[in-house]
T-cell receptor
Framework: QQKVQQSPESLIVPEGGMASLNCTFS?????YFWWYRQHSGEGPKALM?????GDKKEGRFTAHLNKASLYVSLHIKDSQPSDSALYFC?????????FGSGTRLLVSP | GALVYQYPRRTICKSGTSMRMECQAV??????VAWYRQSPQKTFELIAL?????????EQNFTQEKFPISHPNLSFSSMTVLNAYLEDRGLYLC????????????FGAGTRLSVL
């Protein structure tokens, strides 16, 4: 059964700084991975998907996947106060999508 | 674009009573719907995966007797929490893959259940 370890639990970065979030997965058969962002009072929204090894860049956000190491990361460049939210990694585990425990990011102005 | 609406956004029920929540897919066909519960500690638990014209697959610790789900068409699903108790508190999320983008799940805003 897929298990997801996400770190850090919380993170404070200054405005304009770099935020780095990490996840490791247990299921070697996982093929698809996502990063979700959840603002207070809302449901989680898919931020980025990554399905191939390597880096995927979308604007200020870069996701990295290493399937051999079962490792996914998200880097947010030039962090803005509006990036403050809960971030979850997710990956397939058989027929279902399994989520990490979340990283609470606070970007201080 | 694809949107998922959930209703109600918040609900309070007395311990031992039941409440029904709804999920509406707009702009796409929700062939399958995943119901999750997000605990007050923010962890996600998959309750069940529902596919139109197919049996609903419940996860361990969740049963049809406690969380009956209806998924009558490609735009609507509902779930009831029967005989709710304190441990059923949380944010109930409905997510559906749009069919594009490798089945990325799009979630509604959730129904927050409080139990008195």
């Amino acid at each position: 059964q897929q298990k997801v370890q996400q770190s850090p639990e919380s993170l404070i970065v200054p405005e304009g700084g770099m935020a780095s979030l990490n996840c490791t997965f247990s299921d070697r058969n996982s093929q698809y991975f996502w990063w979700y962002r959840q603002h207070s009072g809302e449901g989680p929204k898919a931020l980025m998907s990554i399905f191939s090894n390597g880096d995927k860049k979308e604007g200020r956000f870069t996701a990295h996947l290493n399937k051999a190491s079962l490792y996914v990361s998200l880097h947010i460049k030039d962090s803005q106060p509006s990036d403050s939210a809960l971030y979850f990694c997710a990956g397939t585990g058989g027929y279902k999508v399994v989520f990490g425990s979340g990283t609470r990011l606070l970007v201080s102005p | 674009g694809a949107l998922v609406y959930q209703y109600p956004r918040r609900t309070i029920c007395k311990s031992g009573t039941s409440m029904r929540m709804e999920c509406q897919a707009v702009g796409f066909q929700a062939t399958s719907v995943a119901w999750y519960r997000q605990s007050p500690q923010k962890t996600f638990e998959l309750i069940a995966l529902s596919t139109v014209n197919s049996a609903i697959k419940y996860e361990q610790n969740f049963t049809q007797e406690k969380f009956p789900i209806s998924h009558p068409n490609l735009s609507f699903s509902s779930m009831t929490v029967l005989n709710a108790y304190l441990e059923d508190r949380g944010l109930y999320l409905c997510g559906a893959p749009t069919g594009s983008s490798q089945n990325t799940l799009y979630f509604g805003a959730g129904t927050r259940l409080s139990v008195l």
